[in-house]
């Protein structure tokens, strides 16, 4: 190994890429950019639909910071003192408040004939909140697939998650009841705590979060009539922040003013559903096995490519070495060669994946059931591929042209 | 003074089942600015003899110095080393790289050799000057005839200044205009005292030689000097 090999080698790599078929090289750049893509992609695809969900998780139901009851706690005390407080940080942008409290929900009430039949119910969590604070908050009003959003002098008015529809949610199973007989405008009768109220459907939400879609929202005083709750406590305190980079910060602020003692305090990621966490690590994982199937079958391509352009090229080696160009200088001109595919690959894979793919899927999103699918593609993860995918091509390049370049000179130049 | 001491070259090919031997104990010195030519029918083994003295090929048994050099116990990076600084190959089918321009085939063995880009250029435009094709420099092997490959096969040769070119059938793929362009090359360089050992089996070219070894069935069986 020395410069001269080197430099040699890089002659010879620029001129063998320069006059080679351009439709050969196209090809192979080709190949190299579905292979980086697929490196990238697939594994995105996977993480981003967890992602998707996370962010919705995020936007509509945590916000940056939620506060809730402890578990020994029906709900959180000193309530107001602990809103108060957060709405005079200057971290923060606006907090909202919510009662939650077990209910259920029966339609088709009136047309019963027979004592024996199973009314047409479901349950879901009954939360009280303030419609325009929520909204200031999660945006909840942009979830509304049907009818309207609340207004907060809505005495007797409820939207409804799409979970406990049958129209939304066309699950047939003992286990999990949701109204059959029920749609928007339909009068239902609401159950909380032993309290029944008639209510009429005023909105339908549907957002792919678990926690809205399997809840039931009414005007908070209302369901603090309904449940007796004359103390203002609530059950839940949702902060969003002007700047979700603070949202360490601020927990450790309401940590530090004692109401870890009254509420759990978590940020929007120690928010997140068990199962969504799971989801995101066994996603993770699945998008780096299939990753690494990726690399490996770029690996091959590359070997194949080069160990066929060597062999095909086996006599012109054997005559390089005969007027005396040592073996690593070959070496060096197939490696260069699988490196500007593997580069030029990568970099037209980048352009379209930041240029096409992540705009395209970020205002198209892949519709699945538990979310809007996004692709996920960070910076860092994908020069890491980059440099996998590169490493990968360097020892696929080598091994060939190590092969060939061993071979003896006199039978590479007669071909025997 | 003799280059080359070649002392019962034995050349032996195994093909898995039985073993051909294609040189039998040949013995030739070559001397210092000597033009050696070694003629012989098909099957004769002129090129076998070619490849061992040019160190292209190990032979079965014998002994080769070059120089002061016992090539024997060489290592095949050191061979490679020698044949790029010691030694100059022209071969039958002028051996061309395809992607390379005339002056690029010229070039990548001088670069290899430690010469800077420029003084390879240089080398390079004089070699193909001294060929008669310096108009060609710019051409892909692929745009040149027969004839003009075969002279930049030459002036990759010389360009390095080797002290011997050693000649597989130069002429065999070219027309007789072609061929007597290139012989009378070898007749410059040899007045110019360059050492050339060619192979060859058209019996015209021998009256240029300083010496004719006939080679038989793998043995010397005649040596004819001017």
């Known amino acids: 190994m020395n410069y001269k090999s080197i430099s040699v080698g890089t002659f010879l790599a620029v001129r063998q890429i320069r006059r080679a078929n351009i439709w050969t090289n196209t090809l192979i750049i080709f190949v190299m950019t579905l292979t980086f893509l697929n490196l990238v992609v697939v594994g995105g695809i996977l993480v981003g639909l967890i992602e998707a969900s996370v962010k919705s998780n995020r936007t509509h139901y945590s916000s940056d910071l939620l506060l809730s009851n402890l578990l020994e706690k029906t709900y959180i005390e000193g309530s107001t003192k602990i809103i108060k407080f957060a709405e005079g940080l200057p971290e923060v942008s606006a907090v909202t408040a919510r009662y939650v409290e077990s209910g259920r929900l029966e339609a088709g009430y009136k047309e019963r004939t027979r004592q024996g039949d199973i009314l047409d119910n479901a349950t879901g969590l009954v939360t009280g909140i303030d419609p325009a604070k929520e909204n200031e908050v999660t945006e909840l009003a942009s979830k509304v697939v049907e009818g309207e959003y609340l207004d907060s002098g809505d005495e007797d008015q409820i939207l409804i998650g799409g979970n406990l529809l049958f129209k939304y949610s066309p699950i047939d199973s003992p286990g999990l009841r949701n109204l059959k007989q029920a749609g928007l405008g339909s009068r239902v009768r609401l159950v909380v705590n032993g309290n029944t109220k008639e209510v009429t459907i005023k909105g339908i939400i549907k957002s792919k979060v678990g926690e809205l879609d399997q809840r039931i929202f009414m005007v908070d005083r209302v369901l603090r009539g309904m449940i007796g709750r004359t103390d203002y406590n609530v059950d839940e305190i949702a902060i969003k922040l002007k700047d979700p980079a603070y949202v360490n910060q601020v927990q450790q602020i309401l940590t530090d003013e004692g109401f870890a003692r009254v509420a759990k305090i978590r940020t929007w990621n120690e928010a997140q559903p068990k199962f969504l966490v799971d989801i995101k690590d066994a996603f993770a994982l699945l998008g780096d096995i299939i990753g690494s199937v990726g690399l490996v079958v770029a690996s091959i391509t590359i070997f194949i490519v080069i160990f066929v352009n060597a062999i095909t090229r086996r006599k012109y080696i054997g005559i390089l070495k005969g007027v005396g160009i040592d073996s690593f200088a070959i070496e060096v001109a197939y490696i260069i060669q699988s490196l500007f595919y593997a580069v030029a690959g990568t970099l037209i894979g980048i352009l379209i994946l930041y240029f096409v793919l992540v705009p395209f899927i970020d205002a198209h999103p892949i519709n699945f059931p538990f979310s809007d699918g996004i692709l996920v593609a960070t910076v860092s993860g994908t020069l890491w591929r980059a440099f996998a995918l590169l490493v990968a091509t360097i020892i696929a390049g080598y091994i060939p042209a190590k092969i060939v370049s061993r071979q003896n000179t006199l039978d590479a130049i007669l071909g025997r | ?226």
């Open chain 2, 1 to 226: 003074m003799h280059i080359i001491s070649a002392k019962k070259i034995v050349k032996t090919f195994h093909n898995g089942v039985t073993d051909q031997t294609v040189l039998r104990g040949v013995s030739l010195d070559v001397a210092l600015g000597e033009f050696v030519i070694i003629i012989g029918r098909s099957g004769a083994g002129k090129s076998t003899l070619l490849y061992q003295l040019g160190l292209l090929d190990h032979p079965t048994s014998g002994s080769l110095r070059i120089g002061e050099v016992d090539t024997e116990n060489l290592s095949s990076n050191a061979r490679t080393e020698f044949r790029l600084t010691e030694l100059g190959y022209i071969f039958q089918d002028y051996a061309l790289v395809p992607e390379l321009t005339a002056s690029e085939n010229i070039i990548v063995p001088l670069l290899m050799s430690g010469f800077s880009k420029k003084e390879s250029l240089i080398l390079a435009k004089d070699a193909l000057k001294k060929v008669g094709i310096e108009d060609k420099w710019n051409n892909l092997p692929s745009q040149l005839s027969g004839g003009e490959q075969q002279r930049v096969s030459v002036a990759r040769a010389i360009a390095g200044k080797p002290k011997i070119i050693f000649a597989d059938e130069p002429t065999a793929n070219l027309d007789s205009e072609s061929s007597a362009l290139v012989v009378n090359l070898f007749r410059t360089l040899h007045e110019e005292g360059q050492t050339i050992v060619m192979v060859t089996h058209e019996e015209e070219y021998t009256q240029y030689a300083d010496r004719v070894v006939t080679l038989r069935d793998g043995e010397i069986v005649d040596i004819k000097s001017k």
